[in-house]
């Protein structure tokens, strides 16, 4: 089975000064197409980091990314950028949905960017936001939903370009229990059903247990 996701001996090191600060002193994760891994730590452990490098928003100081067998460490910043729009997905604790646009338009967005006519764009981001159960709120403004609408919205943004691997952090971080297991829940079905590679940062046991499989980072290395 593929692995969309793999890294491979990953550091990263902040100079402050005449400081050095190791956050990653040598990842290493493999993760399968249709695999959901929760990323767990304490608060500074550089979870974070970890997403931010493995979804080619910041370069790792030592060691290799691949995604979709791509390495990253031999890409140009274009061809970053072009990988980003293509194979990956990002859904954060806050939903940074554009307030100006509606669901439908922000969910419609990433396709339209990709070069994708608009009539074709609007017609999948309408058919994904029905799958998530907001047929009915195609036209209302982030402002007019719920945060759980919100989360949806977000969550349908970053899967309907059909990326290779998904990264969240602390997508349901934001919302109250019962709210953000109904959304989590809707998450892993479209991780399943897309056949995604995700990679899941979270703090909630109960969200975490119901992954494939947990890894820790402490002390700069998952185990």
Request: avoid cysteine; aromatic fraction near 2%; charge should be neutral.
């Amino acid at each position: 089975m593929s692995e969309p996701l793999r890294l491979q001996d990953v550091e990263r090191v902040f100079v402050q000064g005449a400081e050095r600060l190791h956050v990653l002193r040598g990842v290493n994760l493999a993760l399968r197409a249709g695999e959901v891994a929760a990323l767990v730590g304490p608060s500074g452990a550089g979870k974070s980091t970890l997403l931010h490098i493995a979804g080619l928003l910041e370069r790792a100081s030592g060691g290799e990314v691949l995604i979709d067998d791509a390495p990253a460490s031999r890409m140009s910043e274009t061809e970053r950028t072009l990988a980003r729009r293509a194979k990956l997905g990002f859904v954060y604790q806050f939903h940074h949905l554009l307030p100006e646009f509606s669901a439908l338009e922000n969910v419609a967005m990433p396709l339209i960017i990709a070069g994708l006519p608009k009539s074709e764009a609007k017609q999948r981001a309408s058919a994904l936001l029905g799958r998530l159960g907001l047929a009915e709120r195609l036209k209302h403004r982030p402002a007019r939903l719920s945060g759980g609408e919100q989360q949806r919205v977000a969550i349908a943004r970053a899967v309907v370009h059909g990326p290779k691997v998904l990264l969240a952090d602390e997508p349901t971080g934001n919302l109250d229990h019962a709210t953000a297991d109904v959304v989590f829940g809707e998450l892993l079905g479209l991780v399943r059903e897309h056949q995604l590679a995700a990679l899941i940062a979270t703090h909630n046991p109960d969200l975490a247990a119901r992954m494939d499989r947990v890894v820790h980072l402490k002390d700069g290395v998952l185990v």
